[in-house]
């Protein structure tokens, strides 16, 4: 059975950090990303990363801020979240792809996790 359990989400003040991880297990994946859905806007990738190169990829609005890592030994993606801003209140969902290609393209992730909660107060 394939999961990805996201777990690290929760409230934060502007300015501060926060950590989400994704665990995955019963499949290898090529790629993982974390997308993100505020109220009433369209779902977008916030950062993904190829597990065979290592190559990352970051929405501009939170580049120099956000951090996406994996670890192999674990097989768990990490998003390092820091200077968070109001605007990055969503819920983060973890996504994972066995294709190669724009891991920030939804349709090449086939499994999701639930979705965690990240509220950034002002």
């Known amino acids: 059975q394939v999961q990805l359990v996201e777990s690290g989400g929760g409230l934060v003040q502007a300015g501060g950090s926060l950590r989400l991880s994704c665990a995955a297990s019963?499949?290898?994946?090529?790629?993982m990303a974390w997308f993100r859905q505020a109220p009433g806007k369209e779902r977008e990738c916030a950062a993904a990363?190829?597990?065979?190169?290592?190559?990352?990829y970051y929405v501009d609005s939170v580049k120099g801020r956000f951090t996406i890592s994996t670890d192999n030994a674990r097989n768990t993606v990490n998003l390092q979240m820091n200077s968070l801003k109001p605007e990055d209140t969503a819920v983060y969902y973890c996504a994972g792809s066995t294709w190669s290609g724009n891991y920030h393209d939804p349709a090449l992730h086939y499994w999701w996790g639930q979705g965690t909660q990240v509220t950034v107060s002002s």
């Open positions: 019963g499949r290898t994946f090529y790629g």
């Open positions: 990363i190829s597990w065979s190169d290592g190559s990352t």
